[in-house]
């Protein structure tokens, strides 16, 4: 186990001095960052226990929209957010040997409107940002355990009695599971994920390779007939290519799901096999990378987030699945939510946790009911990211942003719409 303090002197928010409760966070990804910001802003105590031996590196491009922004703004970040942004340019579909069949500069698929008002950022940058990595945006007040995690958890009257797998022993006031879709302390609390998983029945991979293909500002797509599909796009300063494959398939989750990193490595080589373009390039340096993920595309549905003591955030408690491309802007507004109503409650989770449940539960559900439109592009042939090679008219027949490009409609415009509006309390 690591124990590290990150620094901070920011003036985004003015902070409560008063000692107040004492709350164990559980994950260090976006959610559990943005509630520890806020918490310690408010003046409470703040753990964050990592399982990872840091913040994690890799991940895909996520997007702040709506209402997220302005949350991001309240942090005093919105600015560097802005500097770290993709700025993709455009797009292109290629078939499998290279040939471009269709290119717009209208869109992209992972981050929307290119000229539009939403940020696409690397989940890792922002999580850095957000944890203090070179502008301080938690604080001295903020203990990282890196390393380690919640080995059992037994609630009184008192608190919440932790005992981390590094063997260590300690009482919080509160314990806010921020870890994830396979989350721990929902497992620990809520009973198994069995309860709450709703897979769609897709997976997805990502990695991180070089830009060997010299790519500026891009993102390019590869769908096959089959309904696998792969995207590579620029990532810091063009240097590097994020690379994304996408698959359906009906076969039992826990076949799909080995836990060793390397099984599933393997596991992504084989069936990704077949796929053209540059796809055995990117397979090769899929082995050369440390900045590798893989998971099924699920949603997890609860009938309440909390539990005496203990309360769920962001993916562990209402994940809306990558197809979405909300999980981010729900998770930094639900952050700024909880810490804001535990703040006006004073730490009385009695109070705090429902408050935090009524204000946040129609906008979670009109986030979840995104995958409604999306799902049956990538469980189709015309799989996630357009039509098929087959499908794909002659690229000098095809102008720049035609429709037949596969973009959002006014279904989905009005979706988002209505997901990204949220009136944000002041709770200062």
């Known amino acids: 186990m690591s124990t590290t303090t990150l620094p901070l002197d920011t003036p985004a928010h003015p902070r409560v001095t008063e000692p107040r409760a004492s709350v164990l966070v559980s994950g260090a990804g976006i959610a559990g960052t943005a509630l520890a910001y806020w918490l310690q802003r408010y003046g409470f105590r703040v753990t964050v226990v990592e399982r990872a031996p840091g913040l994690r590196g890799g991940g895909q491009a996520v997007d ?20 770290r942004r993709t700025g993709l340019l455009g797009m292109s579909q290629v078939d499998g040997d290279g040939r471009e069949l269709r290119r717009t500069t209208e869109w992209t698929a992972s981050g929307g409107p290119v000229d539009g008002p939403d940020v696409e950022i690397l989940r890792d940058e922002l ?30 009257g008192d608190g919440v ?52 293909l010299g790519l500026d500002r891009w993102e390019v797509i590869h769908q ?32 799909m799901l080995p836990r060793d990193r390397a099984e599933q490595r393997e596991l992504i080589a084989e069936r990704a096999a077949h796929l053209r373009w540059d796809v055995p390039r ?24 909390s539990r005496d003591r203990v309360a769920l955030l962001g993916d562990a408690g209402y994940c809306c699945s990558p197809f979405t491309g909300q999980g ?15 703040h006006a409650a004073d730490g009385d989770h009695r109070t705090a946790y429902p408050a935090y449940e009524q204000r946040l539960r129609d906008h979670v559900a009109a986030n979840q009911a995104i995958l409604e439109l999306t799902r049956d592009r990538y469980r189709t042939g ?41 009136d944000l309390p002041d709770y200062s």
């Open 64 to 83: 702040i929209r709506g209402n997220a922004l302005e949350v991001v703004d309240r942090m005093g970040l919105l600015a560097e957010v802005r500097a």
């Open 127 to 156: 999580a850095e940002l957000i944890a203090g990595a070179g502008v301080g945006a938690t604080g001295p007040d903020v203990e990282y355990l890196f390393d380690d995690a919640i080995d059992t958890l037994v609630q009184d």
């Open 161 to 212: 009695r932790i005992r981390l797998r590094s063997g260590a022993e300690r009482t919080f006031d509160l314990v806010v599971g921020a870890d994830g879709l396979h989350s721990n302390t929902r497992r620990l609390v809520f009973g198994p994920e069995s309860d709450y998983l709703h897979p769609v029945g897709c997976y997805v991979a990502g990695w991180s390779v070089p830009n060997h």
């Open 224 to 255: 096959a007939e089959d309904g696998w599909g792969c995207m590579a796009m620029t990532v810091r300063d063009n240097t590097e290519l994020r690379v994304f494959v996408t698959f359906s398939t009906d076969e039992p989750l826990d076949r």
């Open 282 to 305: 990117f397979l090769a340096g899929m082995w050369e990378t440390e900045a590798f993920h893989y998971d099924v595309v699920a949603q997890i549905r609860m009938d309440r987030w």
């Open 328 to 342: 981010t802007s729900v998770a930094l507004t639900a952050a700024y939510v909880l810490a804001g109503e535990l």
């Open 382 to 422: 015309t799989g996630p990211f357009g039509a098929p090679d087959d499908a794909a008219p002659d690229a000098s027949a095809d102008a720049d942003g035609a429709p037949d490009f596969d973009r959002p409609g006014p279904e989905m415009d009005a979706a988002f719409r209505v997901a990204t509006v949220f």
